[in-house]
């Protein structure tokens, strides 16, 4: 262990936040967003005024930048989405402060760089005729999921493209397209009028709940969706994201680019990640047999899902956000004291905290919506992010073809 001596003296070379950003070419709150992704190391400083940095982290940290500008596509530059330790930040704006001002349209159309954005998204009716047709030949047991896949491959069949790749076009398709998929879906309960709520309401937010509960939202549950759906827009270059971007650089079309996000992102890692923790938690019963179900479950070798996330070693801001929002909207509910000893099990069993998906669960679970909302609610909300990195790729080079290194029988 470092003497105190020797430790001060090494603190002494170590670079300020300014001077990491200076010399990186970044922003101030990308060198805490590297922290918290563990790229940089921090100490608070000798005067206890704000943190330093370990100069040999930034030295590594500034090779593989220029090295990746260089070669591509190690590093990604875009002006799209921030995530930091306690916040996530679309085009400079805090994604909670967004959450609780501002409806999921606008955001939306925020993520897009268009403005041309409108209170209300317009489906279209022939098309949203068409693709009830053909998901009334579905069985009545085909998860919401399927469901928004089926209709994305009619809308991508029966619209024809625009091949106009300018935001505001592209805006202007997204909005249509995503209204579609929402107004297809089977209705499990009557619309609400989001006009007639106080404050910010999205629409969008007030059909998808009609679609997923059987019962009428109170105003609180519309506002707490549409913040949900805010918080989950976008999270930087995530696996579907990825595959949104490489399918926009090769020309593909917004439709297309909703479909391939929908089918990545409700893969077992992301999106359907919700909907085994929700099995969870319906099994649970209630909060008295919390404790003993969850060791059962370890004791046959199942883990308990929706804990501890690489992008926040000290906790999902999403899902702290998500839960605290819906305490705040559902004090003293039996399905939200469950949720709340799971939580607290976990802990004390020194796990991470709930991240993104445990808490979509919890909220669909303590909501009483349909089985596998949880990852409609993920896809559809992700798919304004896509959209927007979509927008970013279609006025880049076309996409290079790549080689890659053959391994296989010697020929």
Known sequence: MRAQGQFSEDMSRWLTAEEVADRLKIKRETVYAYVSRGRLRSRRADDGRGSVFNPADV??????????????????????????????????????????????????????????ATAVWVPSESTRRFCRKVIAELPSSVLPVDLIKVVAACVATVEPPDWDFTPDVIAT??????????????????????????????????????????????????KLLNATMIILADHDLASATFVAR??????????????????????????????????????????????????????QGDPIPGFGHPVYPEGDTRASFILDELRKSHAGNERLATVEEVIQIQLRRGLPPPNAGFALAALTYVLGMVPGAGEAIFVLSRAAGWIAHAIEEYNSEPLERLQSVYVGPPV
């Not at 400079?92 to 760089?113: D, I, K, M």
């Not at 319906?282 to 969850?294: K, M, T």
């Open 246 to 299: 490489t399918a926009a650089r090769a020309g593909v079309e917004p439709s297309g680019i909703v479909r391939l996000g929908i089918d990545v992102g409700s893969g077992p890692v992301k999106g359907a990640a919700s909907l085994a923790i929700e099995t969870l938690l319906h099994n649970l019963n209630s909060r008295d047999g919390v404790e003993a179900a969850l060791t059962r479950r370890l004791r």
């Open 173 to 222: 398709t997204a909005q249509r397209v995503l209204a579609t998929l929402l107004a297809s879906l089977p209705e499990q309960s009557p619309p609400a009028d989001a006009a007639a709520f106080a404050g910010p309401a999205s629409p969008m937010a007030a059909l998808l709940w009609s679609r997923l509960c059987d019962r009428p939202p109170a105003e609180a549950e519309v």
């Open 59 to 116: 030295e590594r940290l500034s090779a593989k930048v220029k090295g990746a500008r260089r070669r591509q596509p190690d590093v990604l530059e875009s002006e799209i989405t921030l995530i930091a330790a306690d916040d996530i930040y679309y085009r400079g704006h805090s994604a909670r402060e967004l959450a609780l001002t501002a409806t999921f349209e606008q955001v939306a159309c925020l993520l897009w760089g268009s403005t041309k």
